[in-house]
């Protein structure tokens, strides 16, 4: 588990909207990245490669936050039906 300096190093790298950069600084050459049904991405260069295209079709004016209890009860809903 990383120290909660890394996580907020992280954290603060996120919400500066610095996504590309936080790539090499915190996640490992052989990663493994999946989002719902769809195959795994294996490897920083494919996770690198999604994060590009997906910015290339996003705006973003700022980037915030949501508060923890935000997380939480978004958490319990998609858990609750399960």
Do not use: C, H
Request: hydrophobic share 40%.
């Amino acid at each position: 588990m990383p120290s909660r300096t890394v996580v907020e190093d992280f954290i603060a790298t996120i919400e500066r909207g610095e996504f590309l950069e936080a790539l090499p600084r915190f996640y490992a050459e052989d990663m493994i990245a999946q989002e719902n049904n769809l195959p795994p991405r294996v490897g920083l260069a494919a996770q690198t490669a999604n994060e590009e295209a997906a910015l290339r079709r996003m705006r973003f004016d700022s980037i915030k936050p949501l508060p923890t209890w935000s997380m939480e009860i978004g958490l319990r809903s998609t858990t609750s039906s399960r």
